[in-house]
């Protein structure tokens, strides 16, 4: 099992910046890909960035250019760095992990088998 600890969630005016993190353990092997995702109240969950092992990510067209991932493989942390944030980002965030596959990351929510509790980032 794999346990994610979401932190450095809050507040921020249209513009700014946050960063959040992840922090992984328990059965990490099985964390090949870690990735943010994000609900807003009343819509769906969706993906917004990971990162594989090797440092490789992608990110939805929504944010690109906004937000980066940075990934720790040492010591199993996720980091977003939000930038220009708009006031849609406002959601809750939550990491999740899934080991690799063929193709590579998944995408889809379904294909995440761990989840942290989440983190509120609420921009205005």
């Known amino acids: 099992h794999v346990q994610l600890v979401e932190s450095g969630g809050g507040s921020a005016q249209a513009g700014g910046s946050l960063k959040l993190s992840c922090q992984a353990s328990g059965d990490t092997d099985n964390a090949d890909c870690l990735a943010w995702f994000r609900q807003a109240p009343g819509k769906e969950r969706e993906g917004v960035g990971g990162s594989d092992r090797d440092g490789r990510a992608r990110f939805a067209d929504s944010v690109k250019g906004r937000f980066t991932v940075s990934r720790d493989k040492f010591e199993n942390t996720l980091h977003l760095q939000m930038s220009s944030l708009k006031p849609q980002d406002t959601a809750m965030y939550y990491c999740?992990?899934?080991?690799?596959?063929?193709?590579?990351?998944?995408?889809?929510?379904?294909?995440?088998?761990?989840w942290g509790q989440g983190t509120q980032v609420t921009v205005s």
């Open positions: 999740a992990a899934a080991w690799l596959r063929p193709g590579g990351c998944p995408s889809d929510a379904a294909d995440f088998a761990y």
